[in-house]
């Protein structure tokens, strides 16, 4: 899977016909931008990133309800990320409300998601286990519980070993786009 971020198309860098465009609801100011953006790459298939109990900025806010007739309408819409998911009981309420088309993708962010990791794959409806580990939010969360950064590789480690022995794909970051000029309006950039 190649997953490309929407903030690449703020730079005109066309995406490989394949490529699975990533649309993350925290760098979009209001629903008619996300529409925008699903009608303009309606020839890909779309990876929604909804951020839940996100701190950093930027953070604008989506509830469920603000987009669930856009998850009905767009059938392009194929993968549905949640963060900050540390148990199956954090994906309780998607399980409900996300479509049966739509893959849910739980991202990891934590030393409890990972020890929790195998009751989540199983809650994850369908066939296809997909999760999504977030490396920065996880360094994180581990100097906020005071470990020390030696384990963040045992982490990894622990995560990548259960994704290879339970047939479970696990997404994770490589490499960003740096710019000196910024090409958005959001609500923490002007």
């Known amino acids: 899977m ?14 490989p016909s394949d490529a699975i465009y990533r649309i993350n609801l925290a760098w979009i100011n209001n ?7 699903l009608k303009k790459h309606k020839n890909h298939k779309i990876f929604l990133d909804l951020p839940i109990n996100r701190v ?25 990320a949640i963060s900050n998911v540390n148990s199956s009981k954090d994906l309780e309420h998607y ?6 088309n739509i893959i849910l993708v739980p991202k990891i962010e934590s030393p409890e998601g990972i020890g929790n990791v195998s009751e989540i794959v199983q809650a ?5 286990k997909i999760l999504m580990l977030d490396h920065d939010d996880l360094f994180s ?3 906020k519980l005071n470990e020390s950064p030696d384990k963040f590789k045992d982490y990894i480690n622990e995560l990548v070993e259960f994704c290879k022995e339970n047939n479970t794909i696990l997404l994770r970051t ?4 740096f710019s000196d000029e910024e090409k958005r309006i959001t609500e923490y950039m002007n």
């Open 174 to 177: 490589i490499g960003v786009i």
């Open 31 to 37: 629903i008619q931008e996300f529409e925008e953006l």
């Open 56 to 80: 950093k900025p930027p953070n604008n806010k989506y509830s469920l309800n603000d987009i669930s007739q856009i998850l009905k309408s767009y059938n392009n819409i194929k993968y549905f």
């Open 124 to 128: 994850i409806p369908g066939q296809k």
């Open 95 to 100: 399980i409900q409300f996300v479509p049966n």
């Open 141 to 143: 969360a581990l100097t």
């Open 2 to 15: 190649l997953i490309i971020s929407q903030n690449a198309s703020n730079y005109g860098i066309p995406l």
